[in-house]
Nanobody, 123 residues
Framework: QVQLVESGGGSVQAGGSLRLSCAAS????????MGWFRQAPGKEREFVGA?????????NYADSVKGRFTISRDNVKKTVYLQMNSLEPEDTAAYFC???????????????WGQGTQVTVSS
């Protein structure tokens, strides 16, 4: 069983930056693929990005955040990060971290999920 705890959410003006963190426990972190998702009020949850297991750092991003968001991981701290730059009001959502031991970065059926952290971007 893997537990995930997100932090770092908050309110920011458009054009600003935030860094979200997701700390994992209860599993072997280095073998986990890690993903970020978000859900705005009244909308379905959507994929933001993912990073592969191991140390290679392969990533996949949704087109809507490509070039603005960056995912990284620290296998010693068992933490994955989502650096969000050039934030837009459309980025306002609850952001969720997810994990499991599958290999693909292009499937979104993650086994473990965090509780989420709110990000609000004002214009």
């Amino acid at each position: 069983q893997v537990q995930l705890v997100e932090s770092g959410g908050g309110s920011v003006q458009a054009g600003g930056s935030l860094r979200l963190s997701c700390a994992a426990s209860g599993g072997i972190f280095i073998i986990l693929r890690m993903g970020w998702f978000r859900q705005a009020p009244g909308k379905e949850r959507e994929f933001v990005g993912a990073i592969a297991s191991g140390t290679g750092g392969s990533t996949n991003y949704a087109d809507s955040v490509k070039g603005r968001f960056t995912i990284s991981r620290d296998n010693v701290k068992k933490t994955v990060y989502l650096q969000m730059n050039s934030l837009e009001p459309e980025d306002t959502a609850a952001y969720f971290c997810a994990a499991d031991s599958k290999r693909s970065l292009y499937t979104y059926d993650y086994l473990y999920w965090g509780q989420g952290t709110q990000v609000t971007v004002s214009s």
